[in-house]
């Protein structure tokens, strides 16, 4: 059984919903999907519909993206399909496009005019001594646990990297109750400031985008957590479990690390389909190109949000906005200029969140503060590929030579993890990094038996 | 691991079968969470150390846990926990 | 030229005798057919030269003595090498599901005994006895208690570091871009240097007829996109090859733990700007493939149902015009050497010992029947 649809959306965020909203307005048929089961993405990553949590997000950062969700959970015109993962894309003869999606009851097909992806980011993930001891973990995975699970997975939390993001993380956990024992930003203070200073003017349109920052710094005063600069972190110490951390300054005895230095894009699926990529940075990661309506390279093909590269929840939304009157446009279900006016202030006020993007990227580069990696370090956690084994073979070959090699990038996780590391120590601008393999998520081998 | 008690009424408790433990969890909790609230540790890597979650969000893939008698392989941080589910971390 | 299984052995057997050699290839050694195939040590009759015909079945059971030679090959492997390449010849089994394919068993079998290799049929009872996996279904097997697999990912890295160390010179990403024949000589250009041989080995996988239209000759070698599946890893449960008579498949489980799942299911290769097909975008996973090559998994061994896959790939081999290899001196071109199209990573090593004898004068009379003399006739009016 295969479902047709004018659009599939992949991702649930808000650039999906706000795709979503703008092409079901302009009467197309719309499918929204999420690996969650219910919509928000990981910003408003939501908690079970069998939870009550009154003021659930109601901080006034997420108040634009709160109202946007209500307004697309309230529309029953639009197909939402949550708890499943998006496994496999790939165009059919006719030029429709046939989505492969399954969840753990199984495996469907559904087919489409026009393909959204907007399927966000994930935390870099940094390779250093000792991460992969059980309680350390990505500091937006951490945040999800608090978010939408209402749990804080330690009493002595330290959050360490180089984005202010761990600010507001450590602010959230404290005042749920948490133990935050330090924040440990790997630059000097006086780095962050000069970045913000010399970039005050471009990002001054912006700067209550950096309130929260400002606010979650009040917080972590008050609760008197140590916020620590230019104290990279080394190491995470401890047998069977995180028991401490060691920082260029000294050892912080915790339960639980989230490591914190920005975010990559979710890029499976566009390259799966061969779409155009560039290098993202300074993170790292593969941004998809797309034109000025967010198509991509392959035609038809629209990409939005953190997929054209991570610049955060609002431009998301902006962007969202552009490839549904983009798409409508191309289906004739609004005129090209008509969908030109009605994306001028879309466009305008994403291009002013980019600025502040590219303010923050710079606060939060992470690349002078790479951990130094030992020999026992695993630089490939699913298939515990430590860099004793990929430093030999570091002599100028691609990536998916040193992945057939070592492993390096044949697990679970596809080398979403190890990608980015792997790229960094090749130092070669033009890998094009692993070749994207269908799944993209694992399935069962009984799902897709015939 | 601590979950909050405060500000938040979580669905009923259940039962589920956790390494052949019964454990008691909130319905509709991510197995992730339930399992984190046992013990960080998920499992064991090919060199004898412990392991635990690490994205949260699908990604990764360390979370993942074998449910019985069916023996599928779920990511544990996606999947509700529901009431008889018997899940073995090996 | 072509830094694959068959171009490095051939370098590390040469220059192990004292041969000077140069090892050429436009990207990475061992990214081609020779590491993205699945590593199976296969020594029965394969299934494809069962199905069209006898004519094809007769020529192809006389490659037997090669199969007698590359079970030697591999099993002295990893201690000439001195490293360990995970190859495991613990036996395959190659298993039936209806009377029809038991009986195309026994006859294969029989062709096999007759030249000498040890197969045996063993009904579905003793296929279960020793591959307890094995469906209910399976009805009966011809066993060879030589087959089994190798690390594919491991075998051409491991044999270019022994080649490198035996003083042959590699060149990965090297492209050829020009090769001469000049009076007794082939100089062979790429973009930063020039080599002078007396003797070249063309080994370059689906792309050995492009290499060879460099000096205007034909080798009927033609690209083929198959498709091959890995799982997540899990305990060892199947320590042995399992292909099937009647369907394609191919099984195995890696080192690691991850069974490897194919056994020659198409994919689709990919088309440049003039609709002809490149090698140079990996072929298309067809899904109807996808999901044939999977059912038959199942139906053989019922326990992979639940596990999870990891990852499809696809990778590009050559299969020859008339379906066996093509190794040897092109007739029309002295001291020009070919070695593809198909069966090249279980023969691989053979082939690369019989090339670097035969280039060192010592004719191989094995190599006779995949000569690339009986496709003389294309090349007729090319050559020069």
């Known amino acids: ?450 | 691991m601590m979950r909050l008690d405060h500000g938040i009424e979580r669905g009923r408790r259940i039962q589920i079968i956790l390494d052949g433990e019964r454990v008691d969890v909130f319905e509709g909790e991510t197995l992730a969470a339930a399992m984190i609230e046992q013990s960080s540790a998920f499992r064991r890597d090919s060199n004898g150390m412990a392991r635990g979650m690490f994205c949260n969000m699908g990604t990764c893939g360390e979370c993942t846990v074998t449910l019985l008698p069916g023996g599928q392989r779920v990511r544990a941080c996606l999947v509700p926990a529901q009431v008889g589910m018997d899940v073995t971390r090996d | 030229m072509g830094g694959g299984l068959i171009g490095c052995a051939t370098a590390w057997r040469l220059a192990r005798e004292g041969a000077k050699v140069t090892v050429l290839d436009s990207g990475d050694f061992g990214m081609g057919a020779s590491g993205q195939n699945a590593g199976s040590l296969h020594f029965q009759l394969e299934r494809r030269f069962l199905e069209n015909g006898d004519a094809l079945a007769e020529q192809a059971t006389r490659t037997a003595a090669l199969n007698r030679l590359a079970i030697s090959d591999w099993s002295s492997l990893e201690a000439d090498l001195a490293t360990n390449l995970h190859i495991t010849m613990n036996g395959g089994l190659m298993v039936a599901e209806t009377a029809e394919e038991c009986a195309l068993l026994e006859l294969k079998i029989a062709r096999e005994n007759a030249e000498g290799l040890r197969t045996r049929m063993i009904d579905g009872h003793e296929a279960r006895q020793i591959a307890p996996y094995l469906s209910e279904a399976i009805c009966a097997a011809g066993y060879s208690p030589d087959e089994g697999h190798a690390d594919a990912r491991l075998v051409t890295h491991a044999i270019a570091i022994a080649a490198d160390k035996t003083g042959a010179l590699l060149r990965p990403r090297c492209r050829v871009q020009s090769i001469r024949r000049v009076c007794r000589e082939y100089v062979v250009r790429t973009a930063a240097e020039q080599f002078a041989a007396s003797q070249i080995l063309i080994a370059c996988g689906a792309w050995t007829a492009h290499v060879a239209a460099m000096l205007n000759l034909h080798v009927p070698l033609f690209p083929v996109g198959l498709l091959m599946n890995a799982t997540e890893r899990v305990a060892q449960v199947v320590p042995h090859l399992v292909q099937h008579v009647g369907r394609r498949l191919s099984m195995k489980q890696t080192h690691s733990g991850n069974l490897l799942i194919g056994g020659g299911w198409p994919s689709r290769m990919a088309l440049d700007a003039e609709g002809r097909f490149t090698l140079y975008r990996p072929p298309a996973v067809i899904e109807a493939s996808l999901r044939g090559n999977l059912r038959v998994a199942i139906d053989v061994a019922p326990m992979v149902a639940t596990i999870n896959l990891v990852r499809s790939w696809t990778g590009i081999t050559a299969i020859s015009a008339d379906q066996l290899p093509i190794v040897g001196e092109i007739p029309a071109m002295p001291g020009c050497w070919v070695a593809g199209g198909g069966s090249a990573f279980t023969l691989g090593p053979t082939f690369a010992r019989l090339i670097a004898q035969s280039m060192s004068g010592t004719k191989c009379e094995e190599l006779e029947i995949v000569a690339p003399s009986r496709f003389a006739h294309l090349n007729s009016f090319m050559g020069q």
């Open chain 1, 1 to 450: 059984m295969t479902d047709h649809y004018d659009v599939a959306i992949v991702g649930g965020g808000p650039a999906g919903q706000a795709a979503a909203l703008t092409l079901d307005d302009l009467k197309l048929k719309t499918v929204v999907i999420d690996e969650q089961p219910q919509a928000g993405g990981q910003i408003l990553r939501q908690p079970p519909q069998s939870f009550r949590i009154p003021g659930w997000m109601e901080d006034r950062t997420y108040a634009p993206l709160v109202e946007l969700l209500r307004r697309f959970e309230a529309r029953t015109s639009i197909h939402w399909i949550g708890s499943h993962s998006v496994i496999g894309l790939r165009r059919e003869p006719d030029g429709l496009f046939a989505l492969t999606i399954c969840s753990p009851d199984g495996l469907r097909s559904i087919t489409a005019a026009r393909v959204l992806i907007a399927a966000g980011c994930q935390d870099l993930a940094v390779p250093l001594p000792g991460w992969t001891l059980p309680g350390v973990y990505s500091a937006g995975g951490m945040q999800a646990l608090l978010k939408a699970q209402r749990i804080v997975p330690g009493e002595q939390i330290v959050l360490a990297g180089t984005h202010p993001l761990q600010l507001l993380i450590a602010a959230q956990l404290v005042e749920a109750g948490g133990g935050v024992a330090a924040v440990l930003f790997s630059q000097p203070h006086g780095t962050m400031l000069k970045a913000g200073i010399r970039n005050s003017l471009r990002a001054f349109d912006r700067l209550s985008t950096a309130f929260p920052a400002v606010r979650a710094l009040a917080t972590l005063r008050k609760h008197g957590v140590k916020v620590l600069y230019n104290a990279p972190i080394q190491a995470i110490c401890g047998t069977d479990r995180v028991a401490a951390v060691q920082h260029s300054g000294g050892e912080i005895a915790c339960d639980a690390v989230g490591l914190c230095y920005g975010f990559v894009s979710q890029s499976s699926l566009p390259r799966m389909m061969s779409a155009k990529m560039r290098r993202a940075g300074p993170a790292g990661g593969w941004a998809t190109l797309c034109d000025e309506w967010m198509q991509s390279s392959i035609q038809g093909l629209y990409v939005a949000g953190e997929t054209t590269g991570v610049a955060g929840a609002n431009a998301a939304l902006a962007s969202g906005n552009i490839a549904g009157f983009g798409i409508g446009a191309e289906l004739g279900a609004i005129s090209r200029d008509e969908a030109a006016r009605r994306v001028a202030r879309h466009r305008a006020n994403r291009r002013s969140l980019l600025r502040f993007a590219r303010l923050l990227d710079e606060i939060a580069d992470p690349r002078p503060f790479f951990p130094a990696l030992r020999d026992d370090t695993l630089v490939c956690r699913c298939e515990d590929v430590a860099f004793a084994q990929i430093g030999p073979v570091l002599d100028g070959r691609s990536a998916n030579a040193v992945k057939l090699v070592t492993r390096c990038g044949m697990g679970l996780c596809q080398g979403r993890n190890c990608e980015p590391t792997l790229l960094r120590l090749l130092d070669n601008p033009n890998d094009p990094g692993f070749t994207a393999r269908f799944p993209a998520r694992p399935v069962p081998i009984s799902d897709l038996a015939t």
